[in-house]
Each structure stands twice: as structure tokens, then as C-alpha cells.
């Protein structure tokens, strides 16, 4: 599916903000809502209807960490300080450790997510060998987008070498003021040369399906997409900030969530000496990754792509006609052998495909001073 350009950049021609009366009821709901999901087993992951999707998510983040991790050794940094700002129940951890960093900040502002993951960080402690030892940490649990990280951090001089911020950086979009809070905290205490690295929803290419859709929702096997105000939505006058829609994803993520459009994240992010290094949607960014050492084989150990056709008594995540592609892939492998070899092809079910493509990933860099 090709993306549409200039529906919302038109949107927001006007400048607007929409309403914030509410304004802190958003990271109440957000707070709540990931307090609510509840932990789950390796067998129930597995039979997620996403599993893939959430594999190949995962795999990008991985990527995304290690390359600029890399960056940062290459450039003589090898005692790095990571901040992974709304870190979640922990899912980066083991990621931070295979990276090699010295020292760890975690926040998030959903209190029951920071317990998991500070037991998740002990338990990795605890399986560790002496001749790998695990970075030290230190969790903290405030709502970024309304209050400055550095009031809380114990060492008020710290200086941080790269922020991750995955999945999350949209929710600060509820207004301005809460948008800045969060940048602020991702870059004050950001070394010169250092990087901001995150994953988000892609405003256009959100847009686009609503406005392509009967009704203005836009639905697969997979995922639910509605702007909060229809009127307004019709209207075609999208606002900076405030621009809330629901994005119901598999049961898994159920609560309001707001469009980014990234040339503002670039703007305000210029104000705190920050450049941009690449912005890449997800499509592209998995051939970029691919192309990088490793990338590919990484890939395949995450099982981040379903196998078509799958192994004889394993059933497919999705309905057949989900594979159409794979399955044309599939045939032109073969083309006309007659050998009894069996071929197969990674892939992810057409709804999958359609959530990834409404994904993009970023990183900037700090000027260096003078």
C-alpha cells in the first residue's frame, strides 16, 4: 500500500492545539491501562494472533539499539549510560545488556510496569556470570510528560550517552506543554554527539487508512483504527496537538493514543540542538536492517516472520487469503522444479503487514558544542 503525502501536512496548516481542559487525564488512562495488562507466559505469547507482529517489533527495536550502541563505541564511548525513557515492564533489559552498557536509568510512569521490570533486572542479575556482569540501574517511576526527569535522578550530573524512547513518545502529544516535558527529558542531560533513538506511530500513513475507509474506521484481523472526533476528522483540520484516535490493536493496546507529525518532533527538537540522523518507515527500515551484519540471522532467531507454508501441524496465525503474497512468492521460487525439496518463504499475514507499515523509526543526534 502506497502512503499518501499532504493530507495531514494540510491539516495542520492552521497551527492548531486542540483542546487540553483534560489535559493529565490522558497519562492517568495510559498509566492504567498498562498497569491492567497482565503478564504472560511463553505459551500464550506464542499463540497470540500477533505473535509475529510483536516478534518483528521487537527485532526492529533490536536493531535500532544495536546500531546506534555500535555507533556510540565506534566513536571511543565504551562506558555508555542509557536512559530507556517509558521502558514498559521491561522488555529492552535484555537488549541493554547484550549492548555492553555500564549503567541504566528506567522510567515509565505506570507503577505495577516499573515494579516488573525492576524484578525482571534482578532476576538477570541473579542468572549472571561474574565474568559478565550486568549494568548497574536505577528505576524511576514518573509521568515524563509532566515532570522533569532531573528532579528525581540521583546523580543530578548525569550525562547520558543515548535515550531510547519505544512506542511511546506519542502519548506526550496530548498537548504542547507535555510534548516539550517529555523532549526535554529525553535530551537535557544527552552528551554532545549523543543520540535519541524511538519507534512510533506514523501520522500520515494513519490518516491515509482512515480516510481510505468506509465510515472513516479503518479495521483488519488485527487492528482497529477511529479518530476520537469524527466531525473534526471530516473536517480535514487536524490539530498539532490533542489529535486523539483509538487505536485497538488485538485487545493488546486499548486506550487514547495521538498522531505525530514528525516534522514538529524535528522542529521542537531542533530547539534543544538535536539533528536528525534518519527517519525511516518500517517497511524500509527492515531492508536497512536486513542489509546490516547480523541483521538477517537476527531476524530469524527472534522469529519475527511466520513460515508459509507452515511445518505439517502447525496452523497459520491468519486466514489463508491473509497470504496471498507469500504464496505468489512462493511460486515463483518453484517456478517448474520437479524436485521433491520443500520450499518456504518468511513472511507476516496481510493485516500484520498493514499494522507495520503504520510504524516509523527515528534517531537523532546532539550538535557538539562549538
Known amino acids: 500500500m502506497d502512503t499518501e503525502r499532504g493530507e495531514l501536512t494540510e491539516g495542520l496548516a492552521g497551527g492548531q492545539q486542540g483542546g487540553n481542559s483534560g489535559e493529565g487525564k490522558a497519562s492517568v488512562d495510559v498509566a492504567a491501562h498498562y498497569n491492567a495488562v497482565p503478564e504472560k507466559g511463553i505459551g500464550e505469547r506464542t499463540g497470540s494472533r500477533i505473535f509475529y507482529l510483536r516478534n518483528f517489533n521487537n527485532w526492529i527495536k533490536s536493531m535500532l539499539i544495536g546500531e546506534f550502541l555500535d555507533r556510540l563505541k565506534a566513536s571511543g564511548i565504551t562506558r555508555i549510560t542509557a536512559l530507556d525513557l517509558c521502558c514498559g515492564k521491561g522488555g529492552d533489559l535484555l537488549k541493554w545488556k547484550k549492548g555492553g552498557i555500564r549503567h541504566l536509568v528506567a522510567t515509565d510512569i505506570a507503577n505495577i510496569s516499573m515494579e516488573q521490570c525492576e524484578n525482571r533486572y534482578k532476576q538477570m542479575k541473579e542468572k549472571s556470570f561474574s565474568n559478565c556482569p550486568v549494568f548497574s540501574a536505577e528505576f524511576i517511576n514518573i509521568d515524563s510528560t509532566m515532570e522533569r526527569l532531573l528532579d528525581y535522578v540521583s546523580d543530578k550530573n548525569i550525562v547520558f550517552d543515548l535515550c531510547s524512547c519505544q512506542f511511546s513518545l506519542h502519548y506526550s502529544f496530548?498537548?504542547?506543554?507535555?510534548?516539550?516535558?517529555?523532549?526535554?527529558?529525553?535530551?537535557?542531560?544527552?552528551?554532545?554527539?549523543?543520540?535519541?533513538?524511538?519507534?512510533?506511530?506514523?501520522?500520515?500513513?494513519?490518516?491515509?487508512?482512515?480516510?481510505?475507509?468506509?465510515?472513516?474506521v479503518f479495521s483488519n484481523d488485527v487492528v482497529r483504527l477511529e479518530y476520537s472526533d469524527p466531525?473534526?476528522?471530516?473536517?480535514?483540520?487536524?490539530?498539532?496537538?490533542?489529535?486523539?484516535?483509538?487505536?485497538?490493536?488485538?485487545?493488546?493496546?486499548?486506550?487514547?493514543?495521538?498522531?505525530?507529525?514528525?516534522?514538529?518532533?524535528?522542529?521542537?527538537?531542533?530547539?534543544?540542538?538535536?539533528?536528525?540522523?534518519?527517519?525511516?518507515?518500517?517497511?524500509?527500515?527492515?531492508?536497512?536492517?536486513?542489509?546490516?551484519?547480523?541483521?538477517?540471522?537476527?531476524?530469524?532467531?527472534?522469529?519475527?516472520?511466520?513460515?508459509?507454508?507452515?511445518?505439517?501441524?502447525?496452523?497459520?496465525?491468519?486466514?489463508?487469503?491473509?497470504?496471498?503474497?507469500?504464496?505468489?512468492?512462493?511460486?515463483?521460487?518453484?517456478?517448474?522444479?520437479?524436485?521433491?525439496?520443500e520450499y518456504s518463504v518468511g513472511t507476516l499475514s496481510e493485516s500484520e503487514w498493514q499494522v507495520v507499515c503504520m510504524y516509523i523509526v527515528f534517531a537523532f543526534q546532539k550538535k557538539m558544542s562549538g
Open 231 to 341: 466531525k473534526a476528522f471530516s473536517s480535514g483540520r487536524i490539530p498539532v496537538f490533542g489529535a486523539s484516535f483509538n487505536f485497538n490493536l488485538d485487545t493488546q493496546v486499548n486506550c487514547p493514543e495521538y498522531l505525530v507529525h514528525f516534522p514538529v518532533i524535528v522542529k521542537l527538537l531542533e530547539e534543544y540542538d538535536m539533528e536528525l540522523v534518519y527517519m525511516k518507515r518500517f517497511p524500509e527500515a527492515m531492508q536497512y536492517y536486513k542489509d546490516k551484519e547480523g541483521g538477517q540471522t537476527l531476524l530469524q532467531q527472534m522469529r519475527s516472520l511466520e513460515r508459509y507454508p507452515p511445518e505439517s501441524g502447525v496452523n497459520l496465525v491468519g486466514r489463508e487469503e491473509e497470504y496471498s503474497l507469500a504464496k505468489r512468492k512462493l511460486d515463483e521460487i518453484i517456478g517448474n522444479r520437479t524436485c521433491e525439496t
Open 174 to 216: 496530548e498537548s504542547e506543554r507535555k510534548a516539550r516535558q517529555m523532549l526535554l527529558n529525553a535530551t537535557e542531560r544527552l552528551r554532545p554527539g549523543g543520540y535519541f533513538i524511538g519507534t512510533l506511530p506514523d501520522a500520515e500513513r494513519i490518516v491515509h487508512c482512515i480516510r481510505q475507509s468506509a465510515g472513516n
